[in-house]
């Protein structure tokens, strides 16, 4: 509601900005309360010429968004055995709701220790190709790249400049420090609430949804995100209006994607677009920028992701 009083009292400032297009877009916890945003968005929608949202590797329901057994095994990180484990004594739905109300069981911290184990210390569950940051790694992205942001944000004058730690807090600044679920608050009522009928709303109310993943991320892995997408089409009744397939950036395949809709004022639709982004990370545009501008591009535009490279 804060949310939502800051942009109808920035609008009564700035009128000459009312009837523009409103694009919503951010990634992974994000996907519990960007749809209640719009939600409440909804009631204002005449303020808006388009409001459309955007939403990468989200957390839609605790339920599905983050079970990662099943992918972390198709990709060999994790044994047959671990996989049982986690399919019957604690997947991460359970873990995470125990961690919730502090009240984590011993058979749960006996699976996460052996996931630790498997996967090995230097596997980044948000990214695994992730290598590690080591003096040379040749022509890749940085892998050091936080550690520099690290720096960089905690300089003085860098801090001054930006508002920053205006209360002068005795600790440095870092990477979503301590747990997310403490360093944003969260309460075990919101990590709760099933997002999926609330996106449900939304694109009854004709409002465009993309859901993207990228296919390295296994804390809310491609798999899981499909699942929430074909439970919306069903639920719906949404049509395909194209056939699964590769999307392109430039010349090289970005990932894969399908558009499904229905028909309004004798037109197809698209409302909701399931994408994936191929070798990309749990943040997309972190670890694929190209990518992540191709796609977000086709999106700003109403258009599906590319099927056809452009620069032939």
Not at 52 to 63: A, T
Not at 241 to 266: A, C, H, T, V
Request: charged share 20%; net charge neutral.
């Amino acid at each position: 509601k804060e949310n939502l009083q800051f942009i109808l009292n920035w609008l009564e400032k700035f009128p000459q900005y009312r009837n523009s297009d409103l694009f919503l877009a951010r990634e992974s916890y994000a996907g519990h309360y960007i749809p209640q945003l719009t939600k409440l968005y909804i009631f204002y929608i005449n303020y808006f010429t388009i409001l459309k949202l955007y939403l990468g590797n989200p957390l839609l329901d605790l339920e599905i968004s983050v079970k990662s057994a099943d992918y972390l095994w198709s990709h060999g990180v994790i044994s047959d055995e671990l996989l049982t484990m986690k399919r019957t004594i604690c997947d991460e739905t359970k873990l995470l709701l125990e961690s919730i109300h502090n009240n984590t069981s011993k058979e749960c911290l006996d699976v996460w220790e052996l996931t630790n184990e498997e996967m090995g210390s230097d596997t980044d569950m948000g990214d695994l190709l992730a290598p590690i940051c080591v003096s040379s790694i040749g022509n890749i992205p940085d892998p050091c790249l936080t550690d520099r942001i690290n720096m960089y944000l905690n300089k003085p004058e860098v801090q001054k400049a930006l508002h920053a730690n205006i209360t002068h807090l005795p600790y440095v600044w870092d990477f979503c420090l301590g747990l997310v679920l403490s360093a944003f608050h969260f309460l075990s009522c919101d990590l709760a609430i099933n997002i999926i009928p609330v996106l449900s709303n939304i694109l009854k109310a004709h409002i465009q949804v993309l859901l993207y993943s990228g296919d390295q991320d296994t804390k809310i892995s491609l798999s899981q995100t499909r699942k929430i997408a074909k439970l919306l089409v069903r639920d719906l009744k949404l049509v395909a209006l194209d056939k699964y397939g590769p999307w392109y950036d430039g010349l090289q395949i970005g990932g894969w994607s399908q558009s499904f809709g229905g028909l309004r004022e004798g037109k197809n639709v698209a409302y909701l677009t399931f994408a994936t982004v191929r070798g990309a990370a749990h943040e997309v545009p972190y670890t694929s920028p190209s990518q992540a501008l191709t796609l977000f591009r086709a999106f700003l535009r109403g258009h599906p992701p590319p099927r056809r490279n452009n620069t032939i």
